[in-house]
């Protein structure tokens, strides 16, 4: 029995997040040195590496138990179920402030010769803060950053997890909760305890989400409306593409078949879609027209 033939689909935008979209399309338009090109795909990786520690350590939670039961039989803990949490939830802030780096990276490389442009992420939150950046640059990314409130306090623990020891964690056995301390973090003169760390990591999450929704949905509205090359997808060991306009980024069928040219031929395989995909009625619609001028240039023609 023959195997199945295998279809990975590359070309979903309808399912494309405003990142997603620029990092598509934003060829034709910009033209990064070699450390920006690394930054782009680093503000969604590390966003979703994030993502995934957060979920290996809740999964941790349960095992905090052990900490409180070898206090109780032994009257002390080394509290190593603790800091092995604290050191995943710590590894995933990192990953998570590095989202927004190399969000900054892009957005600071884009708009270096502006007035007010910082290249440092501290500085241009600061800067934006203030007012200073120049208002040549857009007004959607200048509030992006200066509306940012939770940066700060952000920071300053990113700071601590950077340049400190791994804190420590420990669960309330009524309330379920899970509080999370490091010796770098004080406020008042105390020691900061953060009582609900993944409630407080939920809310962060969503924070850098909404904040790269924005930067990046202002980038994609000053992206030049070319064609750009997309991949289709891989079909069968092979890849088939079409040609689409960041304006025309909707759907599968959005763009012209570019792939045509090659699976048309007899000793090719045609495309799987090709009687449903509008993107290839459209190309060859083209071809047709291009081939067959219109009855009405016909008349005018015969009229001489």
Not at 37 to 60: C, D, R, W, Y
Not at 178 to 196: M, S, T
Request: hydrophobic fraction near 35%; glycine fraction near 6%; charged fraction near 25%.
């Amino acid at each position: 029995m023959p195997a199945a033939k295998s279809i990975v689909i590359a070309f979903a935008p309808e399912r494309w997040g405003t990142l997603e979209l620029f990092q598509h399309f934003y060829g034709n338009t910009h033209h990064f040195d070699r450390d920006t090109q690394k930054s782009l795909p680093g503000t969604a990786n590390h966003f979703n590496k994030a993502l995934i520690l957060f979920e290996v350590a809740k999964q941790h939670v349960t095992l905090l138990s052990e900490d409180r039961t070898q206090l109780t039989e032994c009257g002390y803990t080394s509290a190593r179920r603790g800091r092995e949490l604290s050191a995943l939830l710590e590894s995933a802030l990192l990953d998570l402030y590095s989202s927004i780096d190399c969000t900054r990276k892009v957005v600071t490389f884009i708009y270096r010769k502006h007035g007010g442009v910082k290249q440092s992420t501290r500085k241009f939150f600061q800067s934006a803060a203030g007012g200073t950046i120049g208002t040549t640059v857009p007004e959607g990314i200048r509030k992006a950053f200066a509306c940012a409130t939770w940066y700060t306090d952000f920071r300053v623990l990113r700071d601590a997890i950077t340049h400190s020891d791994v804190g420590s964690c420990h669960s309330d056995e009524k309330s379920g909760k899970v509080f999370y301390l490091h010796a770098g973090l004080e406020r008042d003169g105390k020691n900061l305890v953060i009582e609900d760390i993944f409630d407080h990591i939920d809310k962060l999450k969503d924070s850098v989400n909404q904040f790269m929704g924005q930067v990046f949905q202002c980038l994609n509205a000053d992206l030049k409306d070319d064609e750009v090359w997309q991949m289709c997808g891989v079909f069968d060991g092979r890849i088939y593409s079409r040609l689409v306009r960041p304006s025309e980024a909707i759907d599968f069928n959005s763009g012209r078949c570019d792939a045509f040219a090659w699976f048309e031929k007899e000793e090719n395989p045609v495309c799987p879609f090709m009687q449903e995909c509008l993107a290839y009625r459209r190309k060859t619609d083209e071809e047709s027209t291009t081939s067959n001028p219109d009855s009405t240039s016909a008349q005018v023609a015969d009229g001489r």
